[in-house]
């Protein structure tokens, strides 16, 4: 079965950095976007990041532009948000999501797989 886990999640003060991995299983992503969602308590999901199949295009949210990061490696069939200068208000639950079409969206709806979510916590 297709599996999406995220890791590098954690603890950081704020303007610290982290790198977020998400390892992909049960089948290859190599021809498929990909993106990173995060959900605060209380709040909905929101769009972080997305790449398309080759890296060749890239989408962020307004939020993290600047700061974070997206990329891929296909033939590790991996997905990685490097997120550098972190606020407080980055605290969240982040989720690497899959399609599986070439294109990407920065609504939820898009995306057919998910992980489970890793903790990113940046204390002020």
């Known amino acids: 079965q297709v599996q999406l886990v995220e890791s590098g999640g954690g603890l950081v003060q704020a303007g610290g950095s982290l790198r977020l991995s998400c390892a992909a299983s049960?089948?290859?992503?190599?021809?498929?976007?990909m993106g990173w969602f995060r959900q605060a308590p209380g709040k909905e999901r929101e769009f972080v990041a997305a790449?398309?199949?080759?890296?060749?295009?890239?989408l962020y949210s307004e939020s993290v532009k600047g700061r974070f990061t997206i990329s891929r490696d296909n033939a590790k069939n991996m997905v990685y948000l490097q997120m550098n200068d972190l606020k407080p208000e980055d605290t969240a639950v982040y989720y690497c999501?899959?399609?599986?079409?070439?294109?990407?969206?920065?609504?939820?709806?898009?995306?057919?797989?998910w992980g489970q979510g890793t903790q990113v916590t940046v204390s002020s």
């Open positions: 790449i398309s199949w080759s890296g060749g295009s890239i």
């Open positions: 999501a899959g399609t599986r079409g070439i294109y990407y969206y920065s609504s939820a709806g898009g995306y057919d797989y």
């Open positions: 049960g089948r290859t992503f190599s021809s498929n976007a």
